[in-house]
């Protein structure tokens, strides 16, 4: 792998392109109904996704539609081809989304020096989005990388990840529009926005804002997500510069649910090494697609060293029960309370270090009621609620989500969350 930088910005990937070869395998009726996780469905109960037809991704697929892909283009192609025909596609190795650098997708005459110049807080001020022709060229440099590194995944696909360390860097995989997907097994390494905007009237002081998630699902339906690794990679926010007094913000999401998205679960994944983790409904202006919509059910999920967002959540039905956080000193919250949000928290695990106390773990975005019992922080069992509202008797919140989770599978103690979860969450315990 190639690492160069481009711009203060430090990029990885693989040299020059690879041919289109896509490796057609067949799966016997054995495999179909044994360990085989290609052929897996996602079992009866287990969370929103197994909600009304329930989810079985590519599983009936023939074996015309089994693909095994080893680069980013063997996957774009193998997403393509059969349509909407049940397929499922098997992922060996490390794909390389990005490209060589930062350059490979800059506009003729798009000049980060020049950017910066033109844009600096002393000569633009605070009050006016940039415009001008080096944000005209921005923005079309991230066109043409927005083009490159998002893939379309189609319906009725299971995308699984086999052998040896299999995964995505640099590549974001968008769920758009579509119903019966099922992801797993994957390490998913976010994308570097090679060219982020500067918004001088974003907050006080303005601040760089990103593109590109690791994985969107916006307007689907039916979708499970399990046993896959988010991260940061070798690019965490602490290798980023910093211009204007800001950090130069590279990172999205590692997983947004949004616009009209449905019956969605994720369980098992390693979220990890995050600022702005995952985001469920992502404007309080979405009534007309969210309004009865973004339900959701997040169980053994292991949130580590995140920094926020696990979730934050705006309209959507979200359970999540049997999660483990594992803070740092730099966590800030984990569950955002946001516009009509109805979240229901039982039954997790959190372990915040020293000076960090329970009542961190909530945030309040808007007024909305919560159900949150069986909790436990550090060991200890804890009313999160209780322990936000003592810290900010000026802006309580209520409890009472409004409504009673149903399809759950097992349940663990919430002392041996974190145990279990450590045990069998992430992509390399996908078995």
Known sequence: ?????????????????????????????????????????????????????????????????????????????????????????????????????????????????????????????????????????????????????????????????????????????????????????????????????????????????????????????????????????DHPDSTLPTYYGRIYQQHDGELDIVRGADYVTASWNVFADHDKTLMIGNSDSAAATDEGKLRVTLHHNLFKNIVERAPRVRFGQVDAYNNSYVGNADHVYSFGIGFKSQLVAENNAFTLPEGIGAASILHRWNDYPLTAKGNVVNGVPTDIIAAYNAANASTPLRTGAGWTPELRRTVDPAKSVGRVVARGAGAHQLR
């Open 1 to 233: 792998m190639k690492t160069q930088k481009c711009h203060g910005r430090v990029i990885t990937g693989l040299v020059g392109c690879t041919a289109l070869a896509l490796a057609v395998t067949g799966t016997t009726a054995a495999q179909a109904h044994g360990r085989d996780t290609a052929r897996q469905t996602l079992a009866a109960g287990d969370g929103w996704a197994s909600a009304t037809t329930g989810t079985t991704g590519g599983a009936a697929a023939d074996a015309a539609h089994v693909y095994t892909v080893t680069t980013w283009a063997e996957l774009k192609a193998a997403f393509a081809d059969g349509g909407t025909a049940p397929k499922i596609i098997k992922v060996r190795g490390t794909l390389d989304a990005d490209g060589d650098t930062c350059a490979d997708f800059a506009a003729d005459g798009y000049d980060f020096d020049q950017y910066l110049a033109d844009y600096d807080p002393a000569v633009w001020g605070y009050e006016n989005e940039v415009t001008g022709e080096q944000e005209s060229l921005r923005a079309a440099s991230a066109t043409a990388q927005a083009k490159a590194i998002k893939a379309s995944v189609p319906a009725n696909t299971t995308l699984v990840g086999v052998g040896k360390n299999p995964g995505i860097v640099g590549g974001s995989l968008q769920i758009t529009g579509v119903d019966n997907v099922i992801v797993r097994g994957l390490t998913l390494e976010s994308p570097l926005d090679c060219f982020p905007q500067w918004d001088p009237t974003d907050g006080a002081t303005g601040n760089w804002n990103s593109e590109y998630d690791a994985a969107v699902v916006y307007g689907s339906t039916h979708v499970w997500l399990d046993h896959n690794t988010f991260t940061d990679g």
